[in-house]
C-alpha cells in the first residue's frame, strides 16, 4: 500500500517562531488532508488540498502532487498551536477508496 | 451540538466483555467510519460504510464488527475485548468519496 512518511517527527518551538511540517507519499493520490489533533485528542480538518495552495489564518498548505509531496506552514505560531499535525491521503476508488494517514508531527509550542 | 458525537467518552472494561461504541452524525453525510489510533501510530482504519447497506473492512477488522443502523448512526461493537484493543477510537463522517472528513471527539477505550 501507499507510505505517508511526515517530517520532522518532533518540533519544538518558541512562540512567535514560524514552522514548516512536511508530508512525502508513495504513490498517486485522489486528495490530501491535513488534520491537528489537540492535547485533549480533537482531530481538527485543516485542510482539504489534495494540488495546489490554501491559506487559513496564520495555516497555511502547499501540495505538489506531481512531485508526491504536501508542506504545512504554521506562522507566528501560538501556544494553541500545540499537538500532532497529520497528513492523509485519499487513494482507490468506490469501495476500494482508503484514506492512510501518516504517523504525525508532535509540535510543542512553548510560551 | 457537534456534528459528530461518539459516546461513550471514555471506558474502562474487562477482558472478555461485550462493548460497543456509539456514532451519530448531523451532517447529513453518507460515508462513515471506524479508525483506532495507537500511540506512535496514526490511525488505522477498522471499518467504513458508504450507505446503510454498504459495510466493509478495513486494515484492521479482526475482533470487531459495526452496524449501520441509519444514514445517522453507526457503532462499533467488541465481542469479546482484549487488553490490546486499548486505544483511541474515532467516528468519522464525509461527504463524498474524496471529501474532507469530519471526526468525531473520539472514544478512550481500556481494556484491563
Known amino acids: 500500500g501507499i507510505q505517508v512518511e511526515q517530517s520532522p517527527p518532533d518540533l519544538i518551538l518558541q512562540e512567535g517562531a514560524n514552522s514548516t511540517l512536511r508530508c512525502n507519499f508513495s504513490?498517486?493520490?485522489?486528495?490530501l488532508q491535513w488534520f491537528h489533533q489537540n492535547p485533549w485528542g480533537q482531530l481538527i480538518n485543516l485542510f482539504y488540498?489534495?494540488?495546489g495552495t490554501k491559506q487559513n489564518g496564520r495555516l497555511s498548505a502547499t501540495t505538489v502532487a506531481t512531485e508526491r509531496y504536501s508542506l504545512l506552514y504554521i506562522s507566528s505560531s501560538q501556544t494553541t498551536d500545540s499537538g500532532v499535525y497529520f497528513c492523509?491521503?485519499?487513494?482507490?476508488?468506490?469501495?476500494?477508496?482508503?484514506?492512510?494517514f501518516g504517523k504525525g508531527t508532535l509540535l510543542t509550542v512553548n510560551p | 451540538d457537534a456534528d459528530v458525537t461518539q459516546t461513550p467518552r471514555n471506558r474502562i472494561t474487562k477482558t472478555g466483555k461485550r462493548i460497543m461504541l456509539e456514532c451519530s452524525q448531523t451532517?447529513?453525510?453518507?460515508?462513515m467510519y471506524w479508525y483506532r489510533q495507537d500511540p506512535g501510530l496514526g490511525l488505522r482504519l477498522i471499518y467504513y460504510?458508504?450507505?446503510?447497506?454498504?459495510?466493509n473492512k478495513g486494515e484492521i477488522s479482526d475482533g470487531y464488527s459495526v452496524s449501520r443502523q441509519a444514514q445517522a448512526k453507526f457503532s462499533l461493537s467488541l465481542e469479546s475485548a482484549i487488553p490490546n484493543q486499548t486505544a483511541l477510537y474515532f467516528c468519522?463522517?464525509?461527504?463524498?468519496?474524496?471529501?474532507?472528513?469530519?471526526f468525531g471527539s473520539g472514544t478512550r477505550l481500556t481494556v484491563v
Open positions: 468519522a463522517t464525509s461527504d463524498t468519496l474524496a471529501g474532507s472528513y469530519t
Open positions: 504513490d498517486s493520490v485522489n486528495n
Open positions: 451532517k447529513g453525510h453518507d460515508r
Open positions: 460504510s458508504f450507505d446503510v447497506k454498504d459495510i
Open positions: 488540498i489534495p494540488s
Open positions: 492523509a491521503v485519499g487513494t482507490g476508488g468506490g469501495s476500494n477508496y482508503k484514506l492512510t
